[in-house]
């Protein structure tokens, strides 16, 4: 049986509607609905996750096991008082908290999250906008968020308000560089901006491009805990020098939307590198899955003559992926508030330092290095495939394991030994000479 994109329309009788815009309707109502609901339980795990690190319970009165304390706060910033500082600009003072909430939200649209789900009436992309350039649209909109954070901190007239914006600037645009950089080998390895057809590329090669690419995958998380604010990257609010940052003189819904917007990012970003790196919604080891739209087919891949093989999508196998998707992008997730709990917070020389002296020289010399092993491959003939990719394993390991050990220094590689001998030279240097003759 042929699966064709999904078409035709509803009749009312005084109207007919396509089943293509109901589909979409429904997807984006249903996905941004489970974004919300995802960003503010992430809230939840949060405060859990730090209370079982700091031997404490966390969150447990407002329903069973505290499972209703997001909603608990979500009523109580909705009530409480508004407060808008005399001497703030009014109309870019309400702006900001817009500006830094929307782009966390549309982000998301391009992202998929299961594979395609098939219908009476056609097969229906489990993505709200399959644009073909997914890539780009995720940079434009990411990169938007820093006017919101600039404009709120400007805009409050606070000094410590406009430290942190001041730093927020800086640090997202360091960082953008060297995230822009580590995506560029995802894209010569794929050939296409588009998110599925980087999913399908890497269900091509056999393996996740977190092993070919392993050191643009290491770029591309530090570059994303520095973009979405997050210790040990969270200069623009350090709360022990600028009080809150750049949005000190928020309150009640306004300062919800700033951190809506902060845990948005945090779940787009994870959702991003289960994407790029970990194969999104493929699940591991199984070909089941394998499915992509060619030609107005949806195949699972290229017979030996180059026929295409139908693919054989159900409902149990979008349930399935859409399971894999969530457990890759919650390891992200729990990977972001495991790290704030027990990592102190750089100082902002460490910041840019690490942003322009070491990230982005790096994120350069590794994107040539992967662009020449490439055309390497390709010029010698070599199929694309499993051995291909671990011969760019073999390379993107050693690359990884040089940066990891330069980062390192002897700091914690080699630290507990350095030390240890530290102690034992300063120890016999202390000792008194024996008397002589």
């Known amino acids: 049986m042929d699966f064709v994109p999904i078409h035709g329309e509803l009749d009312l009788g005084f109207v007919a509607i396509p089943w293509a815009l109901l589909a979409m309707t429904a997807k984006t109502t249903g996905i941004f609905t489970v974004l919300m609901l995802v960003v503010a339980y992430t809230t939840l795990a949060e405060r859990k996750v730090s209370a079982w690190i700091q031997d404490r319970n966390g969150p447990t009165r407002v329903g069973p096991f505290g499972l209703l304390q997001p909603i608990a706060d979500g009523i109580k910033n909705f009530l409480k008082e508004e407060t808008l500082p005399a001497t703030a600009s009014r109309a870019f003072f309400v702006l900001a908290p817009i500006l830094v909430l929307f782009p966390s939200l549309v982000t998301f649209a391009v992202i998929p999250i299961a594979a395609p789900l098939p219908t009476p009436v056609g097969v229906v992309d489990m993505i709200v906008a399959d644009v073909p350039i997914g890539i780009l649209y995720i940079l434009a909109f990411s990169s938007l968020a820093v006017y919101g954070v600039v404009l709120g901190g400007w805009a409050s007239n606070n000094k410590y308000a406009f430290l942190g914006g001041l730093r927020a600037s800086a640090q997202m645009v360091s960082y953008e560089v060297a995230l822009g950089l580590s995506l560029i080998t995802v894209l010569m390895l794929s050939g296409n901006v588009t998110l599925t057809e980087i999913i399908w590329q890497q269900q091509q090669l056999g393996m996740w491009y977190a092993f ?119 390891f992200f997730l729990v990977l972001y508030i495991w790290i704030r709990w027990t990592l102190p917070r ?6 840019m330092a690490l942003g322009w002296k070491v990230m982005l ?60 001998a530290q102690k034992v030279e300063i120890k016999t240097i202390s000792q008194p000479a024996p008397a002589g003759d």
């Open 212 to 330: 070919p690419l392993s050191l643009a995958f290491l770029l591309f998380v530090i570059s994303a805990f520095a973009e979405t604010n997050r210790l040990p990257f969270d200069m623009p609010e350090a709360e022990s020098e600028l009080v809150t940052g750049y949005h000190t003189e928020y309150s009640a819904m306004k300062f919800s939307a700033f951190m809506i917007s902060e845990f948005g990012h945090m779940v787009t970003a994870s959702a991003l590198m289960a994407t790029l790196f970990l194969v999104g919604w493929d699940i591991p080891f199984w070909t089941g899955d394998n499915m992509f739209w060619h030609q107005g087919q949806l195949i699972s891949g290229f017979a030996a003559d180059g026929s295409t093989i139908l693919a054989t999508p159900a409902i149990w196998k979008t349930l399935l992926t859409l399971a894999a998707f969530a457990v890759k992008t919650g």
């Open 346 to 351: 750089f100082r902002y020389d460490q910041v």
């Open 361 to 420: 020289p790096t994120s350069l010399a590794y994107v040539m290095l992967m662009a020449g092993t490439i055309l390497t491959l390709d010029e010698i003939g070599m199929a694309f495939g499993f051995v291909y990719g671990l011969a760019l394993t073999a390379v993107s390991l050693a690359c990884t394991i040089g940066f990891v050990f330069y980062l390192d220094r002897g700091r914690i590689i080699t630290g507990a030994a350095a030390l240890h």
